[in-house]
Each structure stands twice: as C-alpha cells, then as structure tokens.
C-alpha cells in the first residue's frame, strides 16, 4: 500500500449518470492531485490542491468537478461524461511546496463511460 | 514538438540484459528529472530523482541526466522478469509555488526469464 487509497478501482457509467471518485492519503501530505492516464498518452495533471486550495485547473470540462474537503481527502465529481472520458484516473499526494517532493500514487479508478 | 518524448515500445529482452530506457525534453526551465515505475493495474511509483546532469546509480539502476542534449536515460542492469512495467520518464519546474511535473508517454519493458 502507498498510503494513498482510491475508490472505486473500477467504473462503469453512462453518459447521463453522476458519480464520484474518491482518494484518501494517510501521509499527512498537504498537496493532492487528479490525473488522468489514457493509453498512449502521458498522465494529463488534470487538478491541484495545495492546502485544501485549487492552484490548478489544467483547462479540464466542466463535467469534471473536484472538491477537496480537507487535506486527506479528494473527490471528483462526474457528470454527462463522453466515452473519451474513459481512461485510468489517478489522485497522487505530495509533502507539499518545495524543491522537490515526491508524488505517491493511488491505484487508480478505471473508469468506462458507455 | 511535445514537452518530453519518450519511446513507447514495447521493449522486450532476455533476463539477465542490460536496459535502456530514454527521454527528450525542450523546456529548459525542468529542474528535476525522475524515472517512475508502472506496474499493471498499479499507480507509478517513483524509481529515481535527478537534480543535476551527470549519473546517479542506485543498485542495479542508474539514471544519466545530459542538460545540454536535454536528454535523460535510465540503465537497468543484469534485468529481472520483476523489472517488467512501465517506465515513465517525468520532469518537473516549480510553478506557483508548487511542483508541476510533465510525463512521457511511458515505455512497456517485458524482461523474459
């Protein structure tokens, strides 16, 4: 285990539906992150949360919502996605600011949009 | 021009091989370079950290780091069928105030007993 939990592992939803990824890290890291994995891509930083506050918002849809209630927990918030919304989506945490911190991964939620 | 390429493969090579996996970048800002290893249906996790150019070696692995060519490679010596994963290079810069890391697209290595 990294410290860093996802879930679901796997999704499964229409392009009506509404769901929720969850992430938890018990690092007591400060920095928490959304990335979306897509085959043959590079991971796309998607969202930034540093100290509960969005520093990032890489030009992501709207139908993409995150929310990050406190430091050991990130959501994001699915709605009326496209099938090319279907990839490997990632949260990683990090000590915070700084020279250099390194990034721990979750598992990551498979995520199909049909 | 993408910010980092890096090969795809797949790459496949007996056990026992020696391996290298490498990546280009053009953004001059990147300030630090890691190697992140992929396994099926896991998250990456980090392998090696550069700072500087030159050679970091941790075991069997060693990371080169040449600025000047803005090119990064990572060694694997004597493989293991365990060594097969992804490898993803990653570079990053401070922005902000905090890490911004690029990714490569990642190379498939199968190491074969």
């Known amino acids: 285990e990294t410290g860093v939990t996802q879930t679901p592992r796997h999704l499964v939803m229409g392009m009506t539906n509404k769901k929720s990824l969850k992430c938890e890290q018990h690092l007591g890291h400060n920095a928490m992150y959304w990335y979306k994995q897509s085959a043959k891509k590079p991971l796309e930083l998607m969202f930034v949360?540093?100290?509960?506050?969005?520093?990032e918002n890489n030009s992501v849809p709207s139908r993409f919502s995150p929310e990050c209630p406190n430091s050991s927990h990130l959501f994001l918030h699915l709605h009326t996605l496209q099938p090319e919304d279907s990839a490997l989506y990632l949260c990683?945490?990090?000590?915070?600011?700084?020279?250099?911190?390194?990034?721990?991964f979750g598992q990551g939620t498979r995520l199909t949009v049909v | 021009q993408k910010e980092v390429e890096q090969d795809p493969g797949p790459l496949s090579v007996p056990e026992g091989a020696i391996v290298s996996l490498n990546c280009t970048y053009s953004?001059?800002?990147?300030?630090?370079f890691m190697w992140y290893r992929q396994y099926s249906r896991k998250g990456p996790e980090l392998l090696m950290y550069?700072?500087?150019?030159g050679n970091k070696e941790d075991g069997r692995f060693t990371a080169q780091v040449d600025k000047s060519s803005k090119y990064i490679s990572l060694f694997i010596r004597d493989s293991q069928p365990s060594d097969s994963a992804t490898y993803l290079c990653a570079m990053s810069e401070v922005s902000g105030g905090y890490q911004k890391v690029t990714f490569g697209t990642g190379t498939k290595l199968q190491v074969i007993p």
């Open positions: 949360y540093s100290l509960e506050e969005r520093v």
């Open positions: 550069t700072y500087s150019s």
């Open positions: 990683a945490s990090s000590p915070g600011q700084g020279a250099f911190t390194e990034a721990f």
């Open positions: 953004n001059s800002a990147f300030q630090y």
